[in-house]
């Protein structure tokens, strides 16, 4: 059973860089599988971020695409996320999530609230 | 860009009801359209992929249909623990980009 766990600071400093983690356990990262980043700002919807891919490949929200870094670590089986410059805006609900298509696979979701 | 427009925007039936929500794409999107189910406090869920097919523990009265632009999530008989929020996700190829709609909001009449 592939299970998914993101981890990382809830409070960030606005113009600062946000950094989650997501660990990947029940199976392997370098195996073909397509892993994403989705945020839900309180109250609202929820906004894909970008995705890695083929471990190595990766496609960004062209919304976020110039904050955004999505990297992964195959020794540790998890994949990161870093956004910068980040500002109110971007405190949400962050989960990481498996698929190309469609998400099978959810991470419980982590709460980053962007604040000074 | 593909936008989702789903409606409506709520919807509010009691238990044993038939719901049918709407997801309306702005170009085609082939069948690669997915639901999901959200409920306070939690991950949403994947009800349905490739437009019709249910993913793995989704109940029957879950159904999905449509193609092109338009797409319908039915729930044939609604179960008090389904009131939740839903909502429908595309991808596009080229440029790469995954897109949701706004959502709907199934609440108890």
């Known amino acids: 059973q592939v299970q998914l766990q993101e981890s990382g600071p809830g409070l960030v400093k606005p113009s600062g860089t946000l950094s989650l983690t997501c660990a990947v356990s029940?199976?392997?990262?370098?195996?073909?599988?397509?892993w994403s980043w989705v945020r839900q700002p309180p109250g609202k919807g929820l906004e894909w971020i970008g995705e890695?891919?083929?471990?190595?490949?990766?496609n960004y929200n062209p919304s976020l695409k110039s904050r955004v870094t999505i990297s992964v670590d195959k020794s540790k089986n998890q994949f990161s996320l870093n956004l910068t410059s980040v500002t109110a805006a971007d405190t949400a609900v962050y989960y990481c999530?498996?698929?190309?298509?469609?998400?099978?696979?959810w991470g419980q979701g982590t709460m980053v609230t962007v604040s000074s | 860009e593909i936008v989702l427009t789903q409606s409506p925007a709520t919807l509010s039936l009691s238990p044993g009801e038939r719901a049918t929500l709407s997801c309306r794409a702005s170009?085609?999107?082939?069948?690669?359209l997915a639901w999901y189910q959200q409920k306070p406090g939690q991950a949403p869920r994947l009800l349905i992929y490739?437009?019709?097919n249910r993913a793995t523990g989704i109940p029957a009265r879950f159904s999905g249909s449509g193609s092109g632009t338009d797409f319908t999530l039915t729930i044939s008989s609604l179960d008090p623990e389904d009131f939740a929020v839903y909502y429908c996700?595309?991808?596009?190829?080229?440029?790469?980009?995954?897109?949701f709609g706004g959502g709907t909001k199934l609440e108890i009449k």
């Open positions: 999530a498996r698929g190309r298509h469609a998400f099978d696979v």
């Open positions: 029940g199976a392997s990262i370098t195996i073909s599988n397509w």
């Open positions: 890695l891919y083929q471990i190595g490949g990766t």
């Open positions: 170009q085609s999107v082939s069948t690669y």
């Open positions: 490739d437009a019709s």
């Open positions: 996700q595309q991808r596009s190829d080229w440029p790469p980009k995954l897109t």
